[in-house]
């Protein structure tokens, strides 16, 4: 039920509910300092007395029981009640007389009953007064809370209303940040954050599909072209036959390098599957079936150090084979490689072409190749990369590349 009100709506209930309680602590206190410092001391002193003397600065209770007490003259008493007396003092009734007459314009006298009665009405009076006081400021409270709860709620319904009307190709149009430095500022700008997160994100997939579609129909529409040339060949011989089988076996083996590659980005280490091994034997393993491009280009191979590693070591196998494969593919003739092993990294030093410093940035990205045409040539459909750095991150390991042109480069695997 709560969740279903507002945001405005709420926040005044709270505060009316706190100011609720306030009000009523606070008037329930005062009435009873009331009663307890005023009302009941009034009460007491009144108990057996007749008559109740009210002189020009302050109130003097007087009994009628002929005794007068420390006073032994009027001028005495009314210099004492002249000087703030407040306490108890017994006259008799003929002292009484006489003062009132003698001294009729300095004090005046009130029976006990009328001021019993006045006092009740008083307090009646002062318990009615406090409650609308009470009532009062809770109303005015309760409306100034919903005002309030308005000009708080004004910013973030505003943001709701410009949320609602991005669409999918407006996710580079940021929203206007307010002019306050306060939380619904740094609520817009992280949702800015978050917008262009999202719009890199989007073209980022929209560029793999575009790619991962382009690298499909391209051996398609090989195939497709190999078959229309059987077709128009009226009478076509046994070696056409093989020179088209030949391209169509190519080609679709290519197909399904790009899809098993597409399929390996998308997986996950099983938590069951994760193992510790030795990362020496995972790449003696990689160098037994990378041998022959070792040798076709005479390449020296050294690997130094040892570490254990802790994850599915099929998807690890497949991430160090294509980052050592692409050490092979894109090494120079007589060229070098260096593996080095410790407990906190793995390194992978080649002496390749090298990577312009302007595609450091792109070179994991999927389908994303240096130079389309030398990839042709060496092999390669722009994947390895991108699914290795995948594959690392999906086990908490991080990748840094360094190269130069020319020179070779640095692979650096944290572990």
């Excluded at 606070?26 to 009144?46: D, E, F, G, H, W």
């Excluded at 006990?112 to 006092?119: F, R």
């Excluded at 399929?263 to 599957?273: C, E, I, N």
């Amino acid at each position: 039920m709560w969740d279903k009100f507002s945001f405005r709506i709420k926040i005044t209930v709270i505060f009316s509910v706190c100011l609720l309680v306030l009000t009523i602590s606070l008037t329930t206190l005062s009435l009873m300092n009331v009663q307890q410092n005023i009302t009941n001391p009034m009460q007491m002193s009144l108990a057996g007395a007749d008559v109740f003397f009210l002189p020009a600065s302050d109130l003097t209770l007087v009994n009628v029981d002929g005794n007068i007490g420390d006073f032994s003259t009027i001028d005495q008493i009314l210099e004492a009640l002249d000087n703030g007396l407040g306490d108890i003092h017994t006259f008799s009734e003929e002292e009484i007389e006489q003062l009132l007459q003698k001294h009729g314009n300095a004090v005046s006298s009130i029976p006990i009953e009328q001021l019993q009665a006045q006092l009740s009405t008083t307090q009646q009076d002062f318990r009615q007064y406090s409650l609308w006081v009470a009532g009062a400021i809770i109303v005015l409270g309760t409306l100034g809370a919903y005002w309030v709860a308005g000009v708080i709620a004004r910013p973030i319904k505003k943001l709701s209303t410009s949320v609602k009307g991005i669409e999918v190709d407006k996710l580079h149009e940021s929203l206007p940040l307010p002019k306050s430095q306060d939380e619904i500022s740094q609520l817009t700008l992280a949702f800015n954050e978050m917008l262009d997160k999202l719009h890199r994100s989007f073209e980022s997939k929209q560029l793999f599909a575009q790619n991962a579609a382009h690298e499909l129909k391209t051996p398609l529409a090989i195939i497709r072209a190999d078959m229309e040339v059987m077709e128009m060949n009226d009478k076509p011989t046994v070696g056409d036959y093989e020179e088209a089988f030949v391209e169509i076996k190519k080609n679709t083996e290519r197909m399904i390098d790009l899809v098993e590659g597409l399929l390996a980005m998308g997986k996950s280490p099983s938590q069951a599957d994760m193992i510790v091994f030795h990362g020496r034997d995972l790449f003696a393993e990689i160098l037994e079936e990378l041998k022959e491009s070792i040798h076709s280009k005479n390449l020296n191979i050294e690997v130094n150090g040892d570490a254990n590693m802790k994850g599915e070591k099929l998807l690890l196998h497949q991430a160090f084979f294509n980052l050592m494969s692409n050490a092979v593919r894109y090494n120079v003739e007589d060229g070098s490689i260096v593996v080095t092993l410790s407990e906190n990294q793995i390194t992978i030093e080649d002496t390749g072409i090298g990577i312009p410093p302007e595609s450091i940035g792109q070179i994991f990205d999927p389908f994303y190749c240096v130079d389309n045409s030398r990839s042709k040539k060496l092999g390669g459909n722009g994947l390895g990369l991108a699914i290795a750095k995948n594959i690392l991150d999906t086990h908490d390991m991080r990748i840094d590349l360094t190269s130069e042109v020319g020179v070779g480069t640095l692979i650096t695997i944290h572990i």
